[in-house]
């Protein structure tokens, strides 16, 4: 097993990690502070080619991967959590075209995203249908010429910046799972209504928002993949996707830990730098373990991704990395505000914002909960 990075991997971590450094880093506690969407750092990852890393070079991406995708979200997330929800929203609204779309749709919908001229957004999520997928009621009723959808969703990201979003719904409720399919509904279908912002705990600067489709007509050549598919594609879609939020939470962890080792150095208590403590030192020897083990199993995820794309491995480790690294995320940010003292818990420093955003990447595609029934599932079947 090779763990070296190629050359293409490290010039782009490189290239990320300055820009993330001289561009994202600086804007991040006012972007949270005015929960606005940092339409100005979505244009650096447009301008540098960095929202395609994942996409095949044939409909606008990169090609470089999806461990080079993780690497772009690590270097981004550990300076703006709010810019880095536009790179995993992307994984999440890119990967069912990549896996089901007709070449058309492809052509267009994957260009778009890729070149940066939009974000893309995923509907899943209902009122009463988050876990519980499959509970959901939205539904979409053949007509002469397309579907009729009917329905609502909450929770979903960056759709209000979004020229389109995709709606999973039932084509056939009495099929169950076999009777759901991806719907592309754009801005401008009529009885298509997006809700109002979202206020959260952290990743402010992204934008979360309900939408409601009240016989909404959507022309039938915006049918992602077959009639009955849509399960199928949006497993497939989180088995790719989930690295991705374990590189996001990587990112939130080792941000917080730069912090506290640079702080622990210069802060004087009892005479002596908090460095000096044993105490401390164990504390931040611990966040350091975490966060190596972390970038392993998200690291060997995202390039079985890379290397063996059909692998029976893949749901498996792809749910391990997710678990694993936000669980870290949110132990390693909460020590960190904790080595910080009082002043973690101002927004003098980025601890408590980092602490605050990671929590969502134990909830989001699929909470924690939820790895564990993938994973226990797939051992004991
Ligand atoms: C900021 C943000 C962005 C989001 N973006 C999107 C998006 O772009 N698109 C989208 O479709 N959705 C999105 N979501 C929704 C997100 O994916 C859901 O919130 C998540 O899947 C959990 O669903 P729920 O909130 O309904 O919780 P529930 O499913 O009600 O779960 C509540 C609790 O019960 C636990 N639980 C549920 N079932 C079981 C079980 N069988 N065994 C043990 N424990 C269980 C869960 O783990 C959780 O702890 C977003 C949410 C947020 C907050």
């Not at 490290?10 to 300055?18: A, S």
């Not at 955003?357 to 564990?372: C, F, L, P, S």
């Amino acid at each position: 097993m090779d763990f070296r990075l190629t050359e293409e991997q490290i010039m782009i971590r490189d290239t990320i990690r300055r820009i993330a450094t001289e561009k994202f880093a600086p804007l991040a506690a006012e972007i949270d502070a005015q929960e606005r969407f940092p339409l100005e750092n979505f244009n650096i990852l447009a301008e540098n080619g960095l929202l395609g890393v994942s996409i095949p070079e044939e409909y606008g991406g990169s090609g470089a991967g999806q461990l080079a995708n993780c690497l772009v979200l690590e270097e981004t997330a550990k300076a703006c959590g709010s810019t880095s929800t536009i790179l995993t929203n992307q994984g999440l609204a890119s990967e069912p075209f990549l896996i089901s779309a007709s070449e058309e749709m492809k052509k267009n919908y994957l260009y778009r995203m890729a070149s940066g001229q939009c974000q893309g957004a995923m509907a899943i999520t209902e009122a009463n249908a988050g876990s519980d997928v499959a509970g959901m009621n939205t539904t979409a009723r053949k007509v002469d010429g397309g579907y009729l959808l009917n329905g609502s969703k909450i929770f979903i990201t960056n759709v209000g910046i979004s020229p389109f979003v995709v709606v999973v719904c039932y084509t056939d409720k009495s099929k169950g799972n076999k009777g759901m399919s991806l719907i592309v509904v754009e801005k401008e279908d009529k009885g298509f209504i997006v809700g109002p912002p979202e206020h959260k705990m952290g990743l402010r600067g992204s934008d979360t928002r309900s939408l409601t489709f009240e016989d909404c007509f959507v022309p039938e050549n915006r049918l992602l993949g077959v009639e009955g598919g849509g399960f199928k594609t949006l497993m497939n879609t989180f088995n790719f996707s989930r690295p991705n939020i374990a590189a996001q939470a990587l990112g939130f962890a080792q941000g917080a830990l730069d912090v506290a080792v640079a702080y622990a150095k210069e802060r004087v208590q009892f005479g002596q730098t908090l460095s000096s403590f044993q105490g401390m030192q164990w504390m931040l020897a611990e966040m350091a373990l975490a966060v190596e083990t972390a970038r392993s199993i998200t690291y060997r995820a995202a390039s079985l991704i890379d290397n063996e794309p059909g692998s029976p491995e893949i749901p498996r480790l792809c749910s391990m990395a997710k678990w694993y690294a936000s669980d870290v995320a949110m132990k390693v940010t909460t020590d960190a505000v904790q080595i910080l003292g009082g002043y973690g818990y101002t927004r003098e420093y980025p601890v408590e914002r980092m602490m605050r955003d990671a929590k969502i990447t134990q909830i989001y595609e699929g909470t924690n909960q939820v790895q564990r029934i993938i994973i226990a599932g797939q051992m004991l079947k």
